[in-house]
């Protein structure tokens, strides 16, 4: 049920956090908190008072000035006083980050359950599965906290957020794609507080899996083979017939392996990807190929976004092939500025393109390990014919 005005705080500024979270908390009416480590950025938004969130696509473009907020850093008095009396939380600090965060903000969480506070939820969007478990796992094994102690005191939810932003060349003007729902894990919460936007959803694991592996899969594949066609922007590599096909064929392929493994009807799915391949293809928000594929050893590992997305439709017995073609690519990904892509290729000079394809995916079965390495090689070949005078 929704509930007049709460107290809300947010752990985590970014441009998630402030782009979307913050604007949807104040737009709604509720009192927010807004906290982070971030002294520069925690002081400029403090003295602005206000920041500026503009949606855009073809069809849209709005801005909002989003102001009201307190926001302070995240180890002082105010920040405890706040999470001690809030109704709700959410964190958007990246999963890295949250041990750190949890070793911050437990304190406070345990200093509530003294004071006989009422239950709090906290919402992790963070765009991960069992996050509760992850969450646990830090109390018990970095903390020393038994997580018995929260058990119907506090409830760990994920949240799941699929939209644009790209990092801001102001702080105090944010662009973003016209979406602005994120799902939450139903099952997880145990207060019925609701806002509007923050949707539960009883199946969260598919929310997410839609989230990485038709979303960030589609992205990651359309950044890595536009790097190699030497496009600029992700919605202008989207749209090269070279790369389009193999896309939407991935994001079929997967499609079709999730409405296999959650018994859920295709064409609502597809409907889903195809929401997706617009935000994806927003030609006013012109996010770049190459912040799409920083840190592909990341992007590239076991269960992330394009081996993962493999990996299930194998599980389903749907062909899938250009998935391969697309890690390939992102072997080949050579961008200077980025450490991780520096390491995979100084690992590659070193020890060969299949070493590094078992080193960096984790693929075991020698038949994609294969594949990908015959896309390498022909890849390699290409650029090295494309670079020969005459």
Request: hydrophobic share 40%.
């Amino acid at each position: 049920m929704y509930h007049k005005r709460l107290n809300i705080v947010l752990c985590g500024i970014g441009k998630i956090g402030r782009g979307i979270i913050a604007k949807s908390v104040l737009n709604a009416g509720h009192t927010l908190t807004m906290l982070d480590v971030n002294r520069e950025l925690v002081g400029l938004l403090r003295d602005a008072g206000s920041y500026t969130v503009c949606s855009i696509d073809d069809e849209v473009n709005y801005c909002e000035k989003v102001t009201g907020y307190k926001i302070f850093l995240m180890d002082t008095q105010e920040a405890e006083r706040a999470l001690c009396q809030a109704d709700l939380i959410f964190t958007s600090v990246g999963v890295n980050n949250l041990g750190s965060l949890m070793k911050t903000i437990t304190p406070f969480l345990l200093k509530r359950i003294s004071l006989s506070q009422p239950p709090i939820d906290i919402i992790f969007c963070e765009n991960m599965v069992d996050i509760g478990i992850f969450i646990s796992d830090i109390l018990k094994n970095e903390l020393a906290i038994d997580p018995g102690n929260f058990k119907g005191q506090v409830g760990f939810a994920g949240g799941s957020v699929g939209v644009v932003v790209p990092p801001p060349l102001d702080p105090l003007y944010l662009i973003k794609g016209p979406y602005e729902d994120i799902h939450i894990e139903e099952n997880a919460l145990i207060t019925d507080i609701r806002i509007p936007h923050f949707i539960p959803v009883k199946n969260f694991e598919l929310c997410i899996r839609e989230k990485l592996y038709i979303y960030n899969m589609a992205h990651a594949l359309t950044s890595y083979l536009g790097w190699r066609l030497g496009y600029k922007y992700v919605d202008q590599a989207f749209s090269a017939p070279e790369i389009i096909e193999d896309v939407r064929s991935a994001m079929n392929s997967v499609v079709q392996a999730l409405a296999n493994e959650y018994n859920e009807p295709f064409q609502e799915l597809h409907e889903v990807a195809v929401d997706i391949e617009n935000r994806i293809c927003n030609k006013q928000i012109r996010d770049t190929i190459i912040r799409i594929a920083e840190d592909p050893i990341r992007k590239l590992s076991y269960s992330d976004r394009l081996v993962g997305a493999y990996l299930l439709t194998q599980k389903n017995n749907i062909a899938c092939d250009v998935i391969l073609k697309g890690i390939a690519a992102g072997f080949r990904f050579d961008e200077p500025s980025d450490p991780s892509a520096v390491q995979i290729n100084s690992f590659i000079k070193a020890h060969g393109i299949r070493e590094a394809v078992t080193a960096f995916t984790g693929l075991q079965n020698e038949e994609p390990i294969s594949k990908i390495v015959t896309y390498y090689q022909a890849f390699e070949a290409e650029d090295r014919n494309k670079n020969v005078p005459g």
